[in-house]
């Protein structure tokens, strides 16, 4: 379990996935090829991502779950996929604004 609060840091330990809490709060079972995350700067990349959670993280991309409750920002791409709570996160789409006219 880790602790998001927006700012807050995590990296993968099983690929070189790193990313920054933009939104959410509280505690969280926060993974990333199948293995929990940790605190950026704590934790040494050992193994591979999991066959089912290694689709990869793309560099600048945000990261959300369904309810939009808790959002990342992937700060370095890897090659494993992040999942909250056993949920996998989708990449968040761009908000289409509304028409001018």
Do not use: W
Not at 14 to 31: M, Q, S, Y
Not at 62 to 85: C, H, I, P, Q
Request: aromatic share 2%.
């Amino acid at each position: 379990m880790v602790e998001l609060k927006p700012g807050a840091r995590f990296q993968s330990t099983v690929c070189t996935t790193e990313v920054i809490v933009v939104k959410g709060a509280g505690e969280a079972d926060l993974t990333c090829g199948g293995a929990p995350m940790v605190d950026s700067g704590t934790g040494e990349i050992a193994g591979e991502p999991a066959a089912d959670a290694a689709e990869g993280t793309l560099l600048g991309k945000r990261y959300g779950d369904e309810d939009g409750t808790v959002e990342l920002l992937a700060t370095k791409a890897g090659a494993g996929s992040m999942a909250l709570g056993g949920a996998p996160l989708a990449v968040a789409q761009a908000k289409t604004l509304p028409a001018s006219d």
